[in-house]
């Protein structure tokens, strides 16, 4: 199955500019060094559309990659920068009237209900309630199929929480991570074209994994293309491009690309 994925946000948690800075990045006039909070869309050619994470500005970026309907959401994990556009499906439902369906971590959906109860039950507020079913990933590792697409994922440390990593076929996504375990990487060696994985800096960091480290992942397994995702403003688009090797990048918002069958 070719997929068609677009980077709908390439920042870490803070998005950049970050507020209140005024570093080169922050101030930067380069489109690229704009980043809102990481998500991606993957749309297959059967015409179902796959979000990752809603973060804050996940209304703009539903209108900035010209997508108006969505019925198929997928949760990494559940900090704020990753789920706080949730709101915003009650939009997309009330225009459309079809359910929305959100995977995560099973340990996580009680967690996510009481965050945003109000949308999973009757407040007798005049608005209504959205139809928002929650449903659970495997508990470690295992294959859920999602809009006719199959989707392996297993989970990856990420400080005292977890991430949810993700491969449709030869893509993946992995947001939020420390590391990956070597078992993991084993199991996926060799299977992976294209890679958009998170990095976030060249130093290393306590619960993410650095630029570094993430292409030595890119390396164990193998990918044919990288794209480093989660960036803060200590990256700059040009400057930190041409540190990478030839088959790796930097993604940024709005980047478009597909990954072959
Ligand atoms: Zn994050
Ligand atoms: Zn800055
Ligand atoms: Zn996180």
């Given at each position: 199955m070719p997929l068609n994925i677009t980077i709908l946000g390439s920042g870490t948690s803070t998005g950049v500019p970050v507020?209140?800075?005024?570093?080169?990045?922050?101030?930067?006039?380069?489109?690229?060094?704009?980043?809102?909070?990481?998500?991606?869309?993957?749309?297959?050619?059967?015409?179902?559309?796959?979000?990752?994470?809603?973060?804050?500005?996940?209304r703009l970026q539903l209108l900035r990659a010209n997508i108006s309907t969505l019925q198929h959401v997928i949760y990494t994990h559940l900090h704020a920068d990753h789920c706080h556009g949730f709101d915003d499906l009650r939009g997309l439902y009330f225009s459309s009237e079809k359910p929305i369906?959100?995977?995560?971590?099973?340990?996580?959906?009680?967690?996510?209900?009481?965050?945003?109860?109000?949308?999973?039950?009757?407040?007798?507020?005049?608005?209504?309630?959205?139809?928002?079913?929650?449903?659970?990933?495997?508990?470690?590792?295992?294959?859920?199929?999602?809009?006719?697409?199959?989707?392996?994922?297993f989970l990856a440390p990420h400080g005292n929480a977890f991430t949810n990593v993700l491969r449709f076929g030869r893509f993946a996504y992995a947001t939020d991570f420390k590391t990956l375990s070597d078992?993991?990487?084993?199991?996926?060696?060799?299977?992976?074209?294209?890679?958009?994985?998170?990095?976030?800096?060249?130093?290393?960091?306590?619960?993410?994994?650095?630029?570094?480290?993430?292409?030595?992942?890119?390396k164990r397994l193998d990918v044919e293309r990288g794209i480093i995702t989660h960036l803060n403003h200590e990256i700059d688009f040009e400057v930190d491009s041409r540190?990478?090797?030839s088959h790796v990048e930097l993604a940024f918002d709005g980047l478009e690309f597909v990954v072959p069958e």
């Open positions: 507020l209140g800075c005024s570093c080169g990045v922050c101030k930067s006039k380069d489109p690229k060094n704009e980043r809102w909070r990481a998500s991606i869309a993957v749309r297959h050619n059967n015409g179902h559309t796959v979000v990752v994470d809603t973060g804050p500005e996940f369906t959100c995977w995560l971590h099973p340990t996580l959906i009680p967690e996510l209900k009481q965050r945003f109860h109000y949308a999973f039950e009757d407040t007798g507020y005049l608005g209504g309630r959205p139809d928002i079913r929650l449903l659970p990933f495997p508990q470690e590792h295992g294959t859920t199929t999602i809009a006719d697409m199959e989707i392996e994922t078992a993991n990487i084993k199991a996926w060696r060799g299977k992976i074209h294209t890679m958009v994985a998170s990095g976030l800096r060249w130093r290393s960091h306590k619960t993410h994994s650095s630029i570094d480290e993430t292409l030595e992942i890119f540190k990478l090797p």
